[in-house]
């Protein structure tokens, strides 16, 4: 058994499907994660990049019965920060050292939402400057909408396929939203010369450990530079969420679900950026750092304005509500010394994935 791991170290995409799913199935979950992050240390060292991500508003357009601030969800009060806002929370990022920021809102599309996120990706520039990063997670858009905000600034782009199994998709969203659409869209982001991620939640109602194993498969033929998983928590004011029961064991099952995805993901890929989302800390206070550990390498501190955090919840039980973006700072840097890593100040954290394509 042992040797699957070592194959899979030994270099990238060596196992085949079923090989993965044993993988991702590992009986012994420690070993799982200390060959993960093996890996993860031979490319890209004992250190964590840092994105500040401010939620910059929850209107969506869509209906994705997962998700807390759907359309149809009329318990949320709705909000969009102006441009003044956006810019500032951008250039505390900066001051704070991140490196990097990664803006994000429900989807929204049309000529006056391009208008709008091209104004504040200009301003950005203007007070951060060019080496400063700037993810965008702002769902599907046209081409056209990717290439303008690409030419404005923005570098990275973050977009969740969700899950690879086009049948779960469509049970999981109503009939206009396509699964085809979506993955276009990361070919049209690729094309436009950004950094392209994606992710998948795991633990989906009727999802299975070979689903989970094609979401990897999948990451590997997009040839995708990042990845942002993150396990489903039901929501309660969802059709996916509403009624459905939630123990601490689920929790728990649910974190270690999340962390044998980023293990095998690392594992299958190597050297792409892996988040620890923060839905790992939902499950547990230190949810983070174990998928840290488990082969992840960058952290999205929220530094939302407190007045808006509680709005953006796309799950239940969203932590560090409460505190300001400098308590968060702090607390991170206690945490991310206590398991051992570093953080990379003032850098934008490219994924080396990425610079390798680039270097040819
Ligand atoms: S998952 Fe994204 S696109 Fe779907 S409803 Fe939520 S914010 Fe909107």
Not at 89 to 104: D, R, T
Not at 115 to 120: I, L, P, S, Y
Request: charged content about 25%.
């Amino acid at each position: 058994m042992v040797s699957l791991l070592e194959k899979a170290a030994a270099q990238p995409r060596a196992l085949t499907h079923r090989e993965l799913a044993e993988v991702l199935a590992w009986p012994d979950a420690s070993a799982l994660f200390n060959a993960a992050y093996d890996v993860k240390c031979r490319h890209v060292g004992r250190r964590v990049a840092f994105r500040g991500l401010v939620e910059f508003g929850n209107v969506c357009e869509k209906d994705c019965f997962y998700c807390g601030i759907r359309r149809g969800n009329a318990n949320v009060r709705r909000y969009r920060m102006d441009a003044d806002a956006i810019v500032r929370a951008a250039e505390w990022v900066c001051k704070a050292g991140y490196g990097s920021v990664v803006l994000q809102s429900g989807e929204l599309t049309g000529e006056e939402n391009a208008a709008f996120v091209e104004g504040v990706l200009r301003r950005i520039v203007a007070v951060a400057g060019d080496g400063f990063g700037i993810t965008l997670s702002l769902g599907e858009q046209t081409e056209e909408t990717y290439r303008r905000w690409r030419e404005a600034g923005a570098h990275r782009y973050l977009l969740r396929i969700e899950t690879s199994n086009r049948e779960l998709y469509a049970r999981l969203h109503p009939a206009d939203h396509s699964w085809e659409r979506r993955r276009d869209c990361l070919g049209a982001l690729r094309r436009c010369g950004y950094q392209v991620g994606t992710g998948v939640m795991c633990g989906l109602p009727g999802q299975t450990t070979d689903d989970l194993a094609s979401d990897i498969e999948f990451f590997a033929a997009e040839d995708v530079d990042m990845i942002g998983m993150g396990p489903y928590i039901p929501h309660p004011d969802t059709p996916l969420g509403r009624g459905v029961p939630w123990t601490p064991a689920d929790a728990k099952d649910r974190l270690e679900l999340g962390l044998r995805m980023i293990a095998a993901t690392r594992l299958y890929l190597h050297d792409v950026n892996i988040a620890a989302a923060t839905a790992l800390q939902a499950l547990d206070p230190e949810g983070r750092e174990k998928g840290l550990l488990a082969g992840a390498n960058v952290m999205m501190p929220n530094v939302t304005e407190n007045q808006y955090r509680a709005d953006y919840q796309l799950y239940a039980g969203k932590p560090c509500l409460d505190e300001n973006a400098s308590v968060c700072r702090a607390c991170l840097e206690r945490r991310i010394a206590a398991i051992g890593e570093e953080i990379l100040w003032n850098a934008r954290g490219d994924s080396p994935h990425w610079k390798s394509r680039l270097d040819g």
